[in-house]
């Protein structure tokens, strides 16, 4: 029963198609369609399948809809014109293949004049074969709304009577767009559910392909249908990888790329390729070469970034959006760093159509988590997680958020930036550039003790998580602070010992945007602060060395 | 099919005149259309200081007033009455109308046809 369905769900669209264009009228040309499809169901089993199937149903649905016309004279007289014009075309020969017209039902059901919103509905009601329960469950919408809808559509299709036809060649470049865009549209609830219990929804996504499939065989030589064909295919392919056991999200880095549907990319390279020959390539075919490259890549860091980038920038010449903006800014962060692509980020900040979108504000979440910048990447997180659509999505941004929260990460600052060796490093390297800085060096006269490198590497080895290597061994937290006091106002000199150590930095090769961050927070903190006490009398004996962690001064422990 | 091409201007110049599109525009266009053999009648509007409202209470009290003027931009300044096999043909009359630029728009709604009239 479940194969008879499949079979006849390809053909009712086919029969739908031409009985619509015979008639003007999508609701008789349904009401027909089924009615020879349900004869068929009894007659066939007993009378066996004729030699002809199609010509049967064709015949059978036309002869009910002539019937159903003499019985209604009202709604004939609507239909007038058009039965002349069913008379004037020579009747079809039954014994030949049926035409496929359901090229023209694609461009009448996308048509310009409907509601953006109604187009979707009606090609996957018409040529998808989907009853309007499932078209309405397809747009999360009550079954009741989704069917006034549909008869709304359907009646501006007969009483504005828009066409079925396809546009000539002149028009097609303006009216094909709006074909692929229905079809994506579908494929991209299907890919992210704008709400709803699921990240995915792959019945959405295969009807979409499957509609591609039927427009891509029957249109062809446009490349830009060849191209959507492409990038859905290399987009679902990664289905099984995106999502975790539970339903949770699992980012294109993060993915198993072993799950990856392997056959399903090789059939959209190839069908790449073909998009991208001969001609100027279009939106969808770019979009699918870029898809291509990240399935072509052994993992997430190995990714062809600037190849990437450089499609990116040929795609926001087509297609001047913000959301082509916000992937290109994500590929630059990958490709020149996180600091290039926030700010490309920031650029965008203020665009209408981004302030709202889910996946910007995630991104640029993680870009803020990544530089280090966690007060920015909670708040940003958090804005993510009130955008969210789907339930999987807002608990991702949740996840991150906790994340966030329980910040402690297993490193101590000292330890990441390398340890007793890494502190002696970046001693040495500061000491140096503090003594050829003319300003800078004036603090180190009268002179200090020879061991003065050893010194505060040991001190800042105890203040940033490393072990207690300075107190009891070169002195304690007053001795160092009593040293450091009583010289009067220099925060001009503060401000240059401090650009000696970010320099500093620079020469151990400590590159990390994340432990720079904090090393300079620490650095500044600590010059500006305990080493800046203008009178020696208010430092009392007891004091511990002031501890620093990745988010900032600690409390003191208990002891 | 009938289709009413209702044109309503977009931005005026000082003159009160169509921003975007000349006199001879328009003439060149009338001249198509009715060449077609489409045009089933068509009107240019007066000025719309010259509109008056007519309204006609329950109990039968006329109130004549001044006006309406337009409370937005677009202000209806003519109309075609076409009658063409589809609403793709009306729509490229309607994109071909010098009405439908500078800021302007032509609405197309189809004449009601009734059965036996």
Redesign the interface.
């Known amino acids: 029963m479940d194969q008879v369905e499949a079979v006849f769900r390809e053909e009712r669209g086919r029969l739908l198609a031409a009985l619509a264009r015979r008639f003007g009228d999508l609701d008789l040309a349904e009401e027909v369609t089924s009615e020879a499809i349900e004869a068929a169901l009894v007659r066939w089993p007993v009378d066996g399948v004729p030699p002809n199937p199609g010509g049967w149903l064709m015949t059978t649905a036309r002869r009910k809809a002539v019937d159903r016309l003499r019985r209604d004279?009202?709604y004939a007289?609507?239909l007038?014109?058009l039965q002349v014009d069913m008379d004037r075309e020579a009747p079809q020969s039954t014994g030949d293949e049926l035409p496929d017209e359901r090229l023209q039902l694609f461009f009448t059901c996308a048509h310009p004049?409907l509601a953006a919103e109604d187009r979707g509905a009606l090609t996957l009601r018409c040529l998808a074969g989907l009853t309007t329960p499932e078209v309405a469950r397809a747009f999360l919408v009550p079954a009741a709304t989704m069917a006034k809808r549909i008869v709304r559509a359907k009646k501006k299709i007969r009483?504005?009577?828009?066409?079925f036809?396809v546009?000539g060649p002149d028009e097609l470049p303006e009216r094909l767009p709006g074909v692929l865009q229905v079809i994506y549209s579908v494929f991209t609830e299907g890919y992210a559910a704008s709400s709803g219990p699921y990240l995915q929804r792959l019945d959405l996504a295969e009807e979409a392909i499957r509609l591609a499939r039927i427009l891509h065989r029957l249109l062809p030589a446009e490349h830009e249908v060849t191209g959507l064909l492409a990038l859905m295919l290399l987009i679902h392919a990664r289905r099984d990888a995106r999502t975790g056991p539970d339903g949770s999200v699992i980012l294109l880095e993060d993915q198993d790329r072993r799950r990856w549907d392997h056959s399903m990319i090789e059939e959209g390279r190839e069908l790449v390729v073909t998009a991208l020959t001969g001609g100027p390539a279009g939106p969808y075919s770019v979009q699918a070469a870029i898809a291509a490259l990240h399935d072509e890549a052994v993992d997430f860091t190995g990714t062809d970034w600037p190849q990437i980038v450089a499609l990116y920038d040929v795609l926001l010449e087509l297609d001047p959006s913000p959301v082509v903006a916000l992937n290109r800014a994500a590929a630059v962060a990958m490709r020149d760093g996180f600091e290039a692509g926030l700010a490309l980020f920031d650029e965008l900040a203020d665009e209408p159509r981004l302030r709202d979108y889910h996946p910007f504000a995630l991104a640029r979440a993680d870009l803020l988590h990544r530089l280090g910048r966690l007060p920015e990447a909670t708040a940003a997180y958090e804005r993510a997680l009130t955008l969210a659509g789907s339930e999987p999505e807002r608990a991702h941004a949740r996840d991150r958020l906790a994340s966030m929260q329980q910040t402690e990460p297993m490193e101590t600052v000292y330890e990441a930036a390398g340890g007793s060796e890494g502190m002696l490093a970046l001693a040495r390297a500061w000491h140096e550039r503090v003594m050829a800085d003319e300003i800078v060096s004036h603090a180190f006269h009268p002179p200090i003790e020879p061991d003065h490198v050893e010194r505060l590497a040991a001190y800042w080895t105890e203040a940033l998580g490393g072990p207690q290597a300075y107190t009891g061994v070169y002195g304690d937290e007053a001795s160092v602070e009593r040293r450091h006091s009583g010289n009067g106002e220099h925060d001009e000199m503060n401000r240059l010992a401090i650009a000696c150590f970010d320099q500093a930095m620079t020469d151990i090769d400590l590159t990390d945007p994340r432990l720079r961050q904090v090393l300079h927070d620490y650095f500044a903190w600590a010059t500006f602060t305990p080493m800046y006490q203008h009178n020696d009398e208010v430092i009392p004996d007891d004091l511990a060395i002031p501890r620093w962690s990745w988010d900032g001064i600690q409390e003191a422990a208990e002891s | 099919?009938k289709y009413l091409l209702l044109i309503n201007a977009g931005e005026l110049d000082p003159e009160n005149a169509p921003v975007g599109c000349e006199p001879e525009d328009w003439m060149r266009f009338d001249k198509e259309i009715t060449e077609s053999g489409v045009v089933v009648a068509s009107e240019s509007l007066a000025d719309l200081v010259t509109a008056t409202r007519v309204q006609v209470a329950n109990d039968g009290k006329r109130t004549v007033t001044d006006g309406p003027f337009a409370e937005t931009r677009e202000v209806l300044g003519g109309i075609y009455v076409i009658d063409v096999?589809?609403?793709?043909v009306a729509?490229d009359w309607a994109a071909k109308c010098p009405g439908s630029r500078g800021g302007g728009s032509v609405v197309?709604r189809?004449v009601a046809?009734f059965?036996?009239a």
Do not use: N
Request: aromatic share 0%; no cysteine.
């Open positions: 004279q009202v007289a609507k007038a014109v004049a009483e504005a009577r828009i066409p036809r546009p | 099919m096999p589809d609403l793709d729509l197309v189809p046809e059965p036996g």
